[in-house]
C-alpha cells in the first residue's frame, strides 16, 4: 500500500487520506485563511460577465522560493450586508473538491494546459445572483503565508438583457370617455429604461395622457378617437431591448360582412344561407328566423336545420312548406343585434292538395267545380276528366278554366253532373291527378223575401230590414246572415237579428251604408242588398281629394260626402299645414257648396298637408284623407306635383291643366312653354266590377260586371292593356253600357297580360281593379303548330306547281326542237338532190338580213344519208 504525507505531516495510506479527513486539514487552513486576510493583497480585478455566459477569474500560484510544495485552493465570495465571505470551490490535490451551495456543476479549476494561472477559477451559466466580490486562497501547508503572493480580489459585474415581467393584454377594447392604464415593467442588468409609442412615434405627454413610475405606467384619463390605436412598451439597457404592443380599439357591435342572398332550390335538394360577421369584441352569436320565429323551434324543421359555427344556415333537404323569407341577427353584447334577410323558393311539381269527395253545382247559375292545387312555379294549366273521358273545356259551351285551374260553368245543367278529376301542371311537371270529385247538380236556394232596395231613417230611430230564403228539394236549409258591404262590423248592442230579419236601434251616421242578406247552403250562395240612409246627421267624409300645384299656390278638388238629407246644405272648409308643422291652418271654401278651391301665398318648393271638413246646419261632418303636395321651386321650369291620369283623350268640356313631372321647353325669353293636358271634370261613374279572363274555345272572354253605384252614368267602356310597356287600349270601337263581355282572339302564349275596365261618363271615368292573366304555353304551341303545318302544306302546293310548270316547258321545247328538226331535214334532202342534177339545182336562199342560224347538220344527224358538209358550211340558211 502507498504512503503520502497529510497536510499535518504524518505519512498515511493513501487510502485513508480521503474526504473524511478533510476536517482535519480545515482546521489549520483556517487558522491560515485569517492571517492571509490581514496580509496585503494586489489591485481587485474587475471582470464583466453577460447573463448566462461563462468567466474565468485568473489567479496564479507562486511557491515558495520558486520550489513547488503542497498547497489548498479555496474561492471564496463576501455576501450579504456585513461582508461574510462563504467558501464556493476548496480543492486539495487528491481529496475531492468542495462547490458551495448554487454553485454545484457550475465552478472547476481551469486545466493545467490552460494559459491561467493555476489557481484560476471557470464559472459557468453565470447568474444575476453571481455578482459580487470573490477572492482566490493559495494556502502553502507548514508554511507562513505569502502576504504578497497567496491572495487575489475579483469584482463580477453581470450584465443581462430586458425582459418583461408586466405587460398589457395585447387587445384592450374600450369606449370613448373610459380611463385606462397601460403597464409594463421589465428587469435587466443595467436596470432597462422604458419608452413608449403609439403607431410607430413617441407618446407626447398632454392634458389627458402622462407617463408615470419611471415610465412603466401610461395613463390616460379620456379616451378620445384619437387616441385609438396600437401602443407599444420598448424595454433597453446597454445588452439589448424589447417591445410589447397593445392594441387599444374602440368597442363595437357585430357587424354583418357576408349577407345571405335569396335563392330558389328544388324540392329535396340542400339549401345554405351564408350569415358573416365581425365584431369587436369577436365573441359573435348567431340566431337565425323563419318568418320571426327561431328556426330551432320550429317541429317541422327541427330536424332538417343545422346552424354552423361559422354562422350559416343549412336545411336538407328542403321541402315546399319552407318557402318564406329567412333572418339572420348577429350580437356580441354590445349595441343593438344587427340583422339581414334572404328569400328561400322553393319549386316543385304541381300538386293537389285537396279532393273533396262531393261538389254541388247550382242549376241553372254559375257554379265552380274546384281544383285545390298548390304550385310553384306557378300554374300553366289544369286537364280535367269527365267520367274518366278528357274534358276539353275550351270546345264545351258554357265551360271554362279559372285562372286557379277551377271549372267555371257559366250556367248549369244536369248534363254537368258526373265524376271529375283534375291534374295541375306547371313548369316543374305534376305530381298527379286529384281523386275522383263527385259533382251533383242541385237547385240553388231562392229569397222567398227580399229588404227594399232602400231604407231612409232619422238619427236616434230604429229600422228593420227582411229577409228570408228557402232551399230547394233535396238540399239543406240555407242560413241567412247579414253583413255591411264595407266589411265593417255590425254594432252588437244595437242590432238583433232574429231568422232573416235585422234590427238596427237608436241610428247613428255611422251606420249609413249598404248591407247585405247574404244565404248560403252546400248548393249555393246568393246575395241580395240594400241601402240604409241614416238622415239628420252631420256631413260624411268627402273623397277623393286631389291637388295641382304651382309656385305660390295649391289648387284643391274633391268629391261631396253624403250631406246628412235632402234639407241639409253643405259648406266645406280647407285644413292645411306645412308638413312638419303642429298646428293647422284653416280656409273657408268660397261660393258656398263649391268643391273646389285654391290656397295662395304659399312658399315654393315646400311640401303641405291638406284635408277637407264638410259641415250642415247639425255641425261639422268627418275629415276627408290628408293628402301632401308640393309646391313648385322658383326660377325652373314647371314641374306640376300632381298624379298624372292616364289614358285621357281631349274632351270638349274638360279642363286645361299643367302637364305632371315633365321638364319644359322655353322661349327666347325664358317663359316656359306649357302644352295643355285635358282633365276631365264632372261626376264619375261606379267602379266596374269583378273583371275576369277566361280562356274558350275560340279565343280568351273578358267579362266584367257593371257597377253598383251610378251605373246609369256610363256612355261606354274602354279595355287597357299591357305586358311589358305601356298601357295600351284593346278594343277600337267603345263598348257599349249594356256590354259587360269581350272576346280576344290574339293572345299569345306563354305571356302574361294586365287588364283594366274603365267606365267613361260623359265628362269623367273610372276604372276597375288591375287583373293579372297568364296565357297558358299550349296556345302559343298551338300556334306554332299550325303555322308549321300550314307552311308543308303550302311548301307540297309550290312544289306540285313547280314541277307542273316544268313539264308545259319541256313539253313546248320539244314541240319547237322538232319543228326545227323537220325544217333543217327537208333542206338537207334539197340539197343533195340539187348535186346531183347541176342544172337544175335551187340553192338555198342567202341571208340577207341580221337574221341567221348556224348549220343544223351538227345538231341532227340522218341516218343513211351524205351531205356535202363543205358546201352547207359555207352557208347560212335563214328559215
Not at 117 to 132: F, M, P, R, V, Y
Not at 265 to 275: A, I, T, Y
Request: charged share 20%; proline share 7%.
Amino acid at each position: 500500500m502507498g504512503m503520502r504525507t497529510d497536510p499535518l505531516g504524518k505519512s498515511r495510506p493513501l487510502s485513508l487520506l480521503n474526504s473524511s479527513h478533510l476536517f482535519y486539514v480545515l482546521i489549520p487552513l483556517v487558522v491560515l485563511i485569517v492571517v492571509a486576510k490581514g496580509a496585503g493583497f494586489q489591485d481587485a480585478v474587475h471582470i464583466t460577465a453577460i447573463l448566462g455566459e461563462s468567466v474565468v477569474f485568473n489567479c496564479h500560484v507562486e511557491f515558495p522560493e520558486g520550489h513547488p510544495v503542497p498547497y489548498v485552493l479555496q474561492w471564496e465570495k463576501k455576501v450579504g450586508d456585513t461582508g461574510q465571505d462563504i467558501p464556493i470551490y476548496i480543492w486539495y490535490e487528491s481529496y475531492p473538491t468542495h462547490s458551495g451551495e448554487g454553485y454545484e456543476g457550475r465552478v472547476s479549476r481551469v486545466s493545467p494546459e490552460s494559459p491561467y494561472g493555476a489557481a484560476s477559477l471557470n464559472l459557468t451559466n453565470i447568474k444575476e445572483s453571481d455578482q459580487g466580490w470573490y477572492e482566490c486562497k493559495v494556502v502553502f501547508l507548514n508554511r507562513s503565508p505569502n502576504q504578497h503572493k497567496n491572495g487575489t480580489w475579483f469584482h463580477l459585474d453581470v450584465h443581462a438583457p430586458p425582459r418583461f415581467v408586466v405587460t398589457p393584454e395585447d387587445i384592450i377594447y374600450v369606449n370613448l370617455g373610459d380611463a385606462i392604464i397601460l403597464n409594463c415593467q421589465a428587469e435587466g442588468t443595467p436596470t432597462p429604461e422604458i419608452l413608449w409609442y403609439k403607431d410607430a412615434n413617441p407618446v407626447e405627454p398632454s392634458a389627458t395622457i402622462g407617463i408615470f413610475n419611471d415610465g412603466t405606467e401610461l395613463r390616460i384619463s379620456n379616451i378620445r378617437h384619437e387616441d385609438i390605436g396600437d401602443y407599444t412598451c420598448i424595454a433597453r439597457n446597454g445588452e439589448g431591448q424589447i417591445s410589447h404592443t397593445a392594441r387599444v380599439i374602440i368597442a363595437g357591435g357585430a357587424v354583418i360582412m357576408v349577407p345571405p342572398t335569396n335563392q330558389t332550390k328544388l324540392e329535396g335538394e340542400k339549401v345554405q344561407f351564408n350569415c358573416e360577421a365581425k365584431a369587436q369584441p369577436g365573441n359573435v352569436t348567431v340566431k337565425w328566423f323563419r318568418e320571426g320565429a327561431p328556426v330551432k323551434e320550429l317541429s317541422s324543421l327541427e330536424t332538417r336545420v343545422t346552424i354552423r359555427r361559422d354562422g350559416s344556415l343549412v336545411i336538407n333537404p328542403v321541402s315546399s312548406d319552407d318557402t318564406g323569407q329567412y333572418l339572420c341577427e348577429v350580437s356580441n353584447g354590445i349595441g343593438e343585434p344587427q340583422s339581414a334577410s334572404a328569400y328561400l323558393n322553393v319549386e316543385y311539381p304541381a300538386k293537389v292538395t285537396f279532393t273533396p269527395t262531393i261538389q254541388y253545382l247550382p242549376f241553372r247559375l254559375a257554379g265552380v267545380v274546384q281544383c285545390y292545387i298548390k304550385a310553384n312555379p306557378p300554374l300553366q294549366y289544369v286537364t280535367w276528366t269527365k267520367d274518366k273521358r278528357l274534358l276539353e273545356p275550351y270546345q264545351t259551351k258554357d265551360i271554362v278554366i279559372m285562372n286557379n285551374g277551377s271549372l267555371l260553368f257559366t250556367r248549369v245543367n244536369e248534363n254537368h253532373q258526373g265524376r271529375y278529376t283534375c291534374t295541375p301542371y306547371n313548369a316543374q311537371g305534376t305530381q298527379g291527378s286529384s281523386g275522383q270529385m263527385e259533382v251533383l247538380v242541385r237547385k240553388p236556394p231562392t229569397f222567398t223575401v227580399e229588404p227594399e232596395a232602400m231604407y231612409q231613417r232619422k238619427v236616434g230611430e230604429t229600422v228593420e230590414m227582411h229577409c228570408e230564403a228557402v232551399e230547394a228539394e233535396g238540399t239543406q236549409k240555407p242560413t241567412v246572415q247579414w253583413q255591411r258591404r264595407d266589411g265593417n262590423v255590425l254594432p252588437k248592442n244595437r242590432v238583433k237579428i232574429v231568422g232573416g230579419n235585422i234590427t238596427i236601434e237608436s241610428l247613428r251616421r255611422s251606420d249609413f251604408g249598404f248591407y247585405q242578406c247574404v244565404a248560403s247552403n252546400e248548393v249555393a250562395t246568393i246575395v241580395t242588398a240594400t241601402q240604409l240612409v241614416v238622415e239628420g246627421t252631420q256631413p260624411h267624409a268627402p273623397y277623393n281629394l286631389t291637388g295641382s300645384s304651382t309656385e305660390f299656390s295649391v289648387t284643391l278638388s274633391w268629391l261631396p260626402g253624403y250631406s246628412g238629407g235632402p234639407d241639409y246644405k253643405q259648406d266645406y272648409t280647407i285644413w292645411y299645414r306645412e308638413s312638419g308643422v303642429t298646428e293647422w291652418s284653416t280656409i273657408p271654401v268660397t261660393p258656398s257648396g263649391s268643391t273646389q278651391v285654391t290656397i295662395n301665398r304659399l312658399a315654393p318648393a315646400t311640401n303641405y298637408e291638406f284635408q277637407v271638413i264638410g259641415k250642415n246646419a247639425l255641425g261639422d261632418g268627418m275629415m276627408s284623407k290628408v293628402i301632401t303636395v308640393r309646391t313648385l321651386d322658383v326660377g325652373v321650369p314647371h314641374k306640376v306635383s300632381i298624379t298624372p291620369t292616364p289614358f285621357l283623350t281631349p274632351d270638349e268640356n274638360a279642363d286645361i291643366l299643367d302637364y305632371s313631372n315633365i321638364v319644359l321647353p322655353t322661349d327666347s325669353t325664358g317663359t316656359a312653354f306649357i302644352p295643355p293636358i285635358y282633365r276631365p271634370k264632372g261626376p264619375k261613374p261606379g267602379v266596374p266590377r269583378n273583371l275576369t279572363v277566361t280562356e274558350i274555345s275560340n279565343g280568351f272572354l273578358i267579362t266584367w260586371q257593371p257597377p253598383i253605384e251610378r251605373a246609369n252614368l256610363i256612355r261606354h267602356y274602354v279595355i287597357k292593356y299591357k305586358t311589358d310597356g305601356p298601357w295600351k287600349t284593346l278594343n277600337k270601337a267603345s263598348i257599349r253600357p249594356e256590354d259587360t263581355h269581350y272576346l280576344v282572339k290574339n293572345l299569345v302564349g306563354g305571356r302574361t297580360y294586365y287588364f283594366r275596365i274603365f267606365a267613361y261618363s260623359l265628362k269623367s271615368y273610372e276604372t276597375s281593379e288591375e287583373v293579372k292573366f297568364s296565357v297558358p304555353a299550349r296556345v302559343k304551341h298551338k300556334a306554332i303548330t299550325a303555322g308549321v303545318v300550314g307552311g308543308i302544306l303550302f311548301f307540297l302546293v309550290a312544289i306540285i306547281l313547280s314541277v307542273c310548270a316544268v313539264k308545259i316547258c319541256n313539253k313546248r321545247k320539244r314541240r319547237k326542237q322538232e319543228k326545227a328538226y323537220n325544217m333543217v331535214a327537208c333542206r338537207i334532202t334539197d340539197a343533195r338532190n340539187g348535186a346531183n342534177a347541176t342544172d337544175s339545182q335551187v340553192p338555198l336562199k342567202k341571208n340577207v338580213k341580221s337574221e341567221t342560224y348556224r348549220d343544223y347538220e351538227s345538231v341532227f344527224i340522218i341516218p343513211g344519208t351524205s351531205v356535202d358538209t363543205n358546201h352547207i358550211a359555207k352557208a347560212e340558211y335563214q328559215v
